[in-house]
Structure formats: structure tokens, C-alpha cells
């Protein structure tokens, strides 16, 4: 499975407008809180790979899933192999990960905002400590990631958006540049 995202900065009550006025559905909003952590074994940062955990919250109820993200496939877009899983206990996952010698690496929040779109997400990002983006996703095979890619691109165009302002850097990659400016 791979997952084609791609990300631009955006005023976020302007795309709001620009998706009702395209027709999206509105799919809920979420918190979520994530998690980074380093290996004790390789260099996630020289690897292009992730691990985290995500508690996310919506309506009042907190779920928590863990995520490997793989290295980018591409110079185009996010396109990345992912992996991920519920988890029944977020604490309890932590402490496996310390005594086995993951530590947490940084901690990103964002309140999220989804629409579908012409079968795909859009997700509208208030970033703390980074700031509001768009990002514009779906799922598939290895077959259909240039098609994707494609599509993702006219759905930022359709908002006004310029796939040209492309941002390829993770919300932590960008977390941790701030935080070293």
C-alpha cells in the first residue's frame, strides 16, 4: 500500500471556501497528537523512515495507532510505504518502545479538518509551532502512484493551490527546523 500525499502551505479559511464552493464533503475533524521516536539500531533522519505514535481525538473519544512510514519513493510528492496499526494501550506502547531503547524524538499537534474530494482526503492542518497547510492524499497500489500523483495536483489547482509550492518536508522534519531557527 502506498500513500501519495502532497502538502502545500494555505490559508485554511480560504480553501475552506474554494471546497464548498468544489462541492467537498466535510468528514469530521480530529486532534492528534504524534509521537516521533529514534532508533537505538539506525538513523531514522539517514533512513528517510518513521515510527510514532498517534493519539488522536475526535468527539470526545482518544484512539492511539502506531505507524511506520518507509523512505520516500519519489522526487514528486510524498509517496511513501506505510504501515499502521491500532494500539490498545498508547502508554504501554511507550514504555515497551523506552526499555527497548526507543526514545521519543519530538512531538507534533495538529487540529485537522477532513473533506472528500473526488475520492480523495484533504485534510486542512492548523500545526503548532509550524502552520497551516494542505494536504491532498490517497491510497494505492504501486501501479497507480503516478495517477494519483496526478489527481492530487488537480485538486490543489481546483482550490487555487500550486502543486509548484509543494512542501516535501514532514510537519516534524519542519517542527525541528523551526525549533533550531
Known sequence: MYEVEVKVP???????????????????????????Y???????????EALRTREETR???????LTYKGPLVDDE??????????????????TIFERMGFSPAATVRKDRQFYTLDGY???L?????VGEFVEVEVE????????????AFEILELLGLDPADQVRTSYLGLLLENAGE
Open 10 to 36: 494555505a490559508d485554511l479559511s480560504s480553501v475552506e471556501r474554494a471546497l464548498e464552493d468544489a462541492g467537498a464533503e466535510r468528514a469530521g475533524e480530529v486532534v492528534q497528537v504524534d509521537t516521533y
Open 38 to 48: 529514534d532508533a537505538p539500531h539506525r538513523d531514522f533522519a539517514e533512513t528517510d
Open 59 to 65: 468527539d470526545g473519544e482518544t484512539t492511539t495507532k
Open 77 to 94: 510528492s510524498k509517496t511513501r510505504e506505510e504501515f499502521e496499526t491500532a494500539v490498545a494501550d498508547g502508554a504501554a506502547t511507550a
Open 121 to 123: 482526503t484533504v485534510t
Open 125 to 129: 492542518d492548523d500545526v503548532e509551532g
Open 140 to 151: 494505492t497500489d504501486e501501479a497507480g502512484v503516478e495517477r494519483a500523483r496526478a489527481g
